[in-house]
Nanobody
Framework: QVHPVESGGGLVQAGGSLTLSCTVSEQYYSSYAMAWFRQAPGKEREFVVAINWEGKNTYYTDAVKGRFTIFRDNVRNTIFLTMSSLKPEDTAVYYC????????????????????WGQGIQVNVSS
């Protein structure tokens, strides 16, 4: 079973930085596309960023371009989301998602297209 596990959330002041991690079991990690989504209270889950299996292709939603960076470490079976210049509107539960080979491409922003999800981790940005 693919079971993404997120870590690294917390509380940060506006303008600050935070890095989220998502680790997937070794058997599946290197061949899967990975993504981050987020869900703020009272809102639908929205796409943040995705990365293909080899880490060469990424796709960011406009709201985070230039502030967030995704990369994957295939030695540690982990993807990272570095978030900087954080804003209060970035406050949400952040979810890591994984999809098997030949499924999504990074520009697929529909969460229903991803097969596996982590439990989510809270990020709070204070003003």
């Amino acid at each position: 079973q693919v079971h993404p596990v997120e870590s690294g959330g917390g509380l940060v002041q506006a303008g600050g930085s935070l890095t989220l991690s998502c680790t997937v079991s070794e058997q599946y990690y290197s061949s899967y596309a990975m993504a981050w989504f987020r869900q703020a209270p009272g809102k639908e889950r929205e796409f943040v960023v995705a990365i293909n299996w080899e880490g060469k292709n990424t796709y960011y939603t406009d709201a985070v371009k230039g502030r967030f960076t995704i990369f994957r470490d295939n030695v540690r079976n982990t993807i990272f989301l570095t978030m900087s210049s954080l804003k209060p509107e970035d406050t949400a539960v952040y979810y890591c998602a994984a999809d098997p080979p030949f499924g999504v491409v990074p520009s697929d922003i529909d969460p229903h297209k991803y097969d596996y999800w982590g439990q989510g981790i809270q990020v709070n940005v204070s003003s």
